[in-house]
C-alpha cells in the first residue's frame, strides 16, 4: 500500500523518532509499504517519520544504480533501530534531494565512511562500517529519525537563496508526482 509522504511544514519531521519495539505489530508490513511507497516515488531511502509514524526505521533500494555501481544489483534493506558509531573525519560534498522536500536539490557535506548498528527485517543484530553512496544514504536517512533534513545542512547563505520555495512548501503548495500530506 502506497502511503501519504510527509512534507516540509509537517510536525512529524521534526520529531525525534522512538525506538521500533521487538513486538511492533505488522512490521513486516510496514517495511513492505515503505519499499512501495519508495519506489513510487522514485526515492532510494524513506524513513518511518516521512510517512507519519515516529520510529527507528528507515528503508533504502540502491538497485536502479546497479548500472553504473554494480555493488548495488538487487539492494534492499530495512534498517530498525539504526545507530551511527562513528564517522570518518575524511568528508565529501554530494548534490542531495529528499521525498519530503519536494524539487529541491542542494550540495551536502558528509563523512564518506560510517560505522553503524542497526537490526534487520527478521531483528537480527548487524554492525558494520558503510562507504560511499550507501554511506551518504544512510546518513541522510538516519538524520530523519533525528528530526533532521538535508536543508539543515547547507549554508545559510543558500537557505536564503531557496528560502521562497521552502516557505511555499511549508504553507501547501508543492507540486509532486506522489501522494503527499502537507
Not at 510517512?51 to 528503508?59: K, W
Not at 545507530?83 to 550540495?107: F, Q, R
Request: aromatic share 8%.
Amino acid at each position: 500500500m502506497i502511503l501519504p509522504m510527509y512534507i516540509l511544514g509537517q510536525p512529524m519531521l521534526r520529531k525525534h523518532a522512538e525506538e521500533v519495539p521487538a513486538d511492533y505489530p505488522k512490521l513486516q508490513e510496514l517495511i513492505q509499504n515503505m519499499f512501495e511507497t519508495m519506489q513510487h516515488a522514485d526515492g532510494v531511502g524513506l524513513a518511518a517519520p516521512q510517512v507519519g509514524l515516529p520510529l527507528r526505521l528507515f528503508v533504502i533500494d540502491l538497485n536502479a544504480l546497479s548500472d553504473d555501481m554494480p555493488q548495488y544489483k538487487d539492494f534492499l534493506h530495512a534498517y530498525i533501530n539504526p545507530t551511527i558509531v562513528e564517522a570518518s573525519e575524511d568528508t565529501e560534498t554530494m548534490e542531495e534531494g529528499c521525498l519530503s522536500v519536494p524539487g529541491i536539490h542542494e550540495n551536502v557535506r558528509r563523512p564518506k565512511t560510517v560505522h553503524v548498528t542497526y537490526l534487520d527485517e527478521q531483528l537480527q543484530p548487524h554492525d558494520e562500517w558503510l562507504d560511499g553512496f550507501l554511506a551518504r544514504v544512510f546518513q541522510h536517512e538516519y538524520d530523519h529519525l533525528q528530526g533532521k533534513l538535508f536543508i539543515d545542512h547547507i549554508s545559510s547563505l543558500r537557505k536564503q537563496l531557496i528560502k521562497k520555495k521552502l516557505l511555499a512548501m511549508t504553507k501547501g503548495r508543492v507540486s509532486c508526482s506522489y501522494k503527499v500530506k502537507s
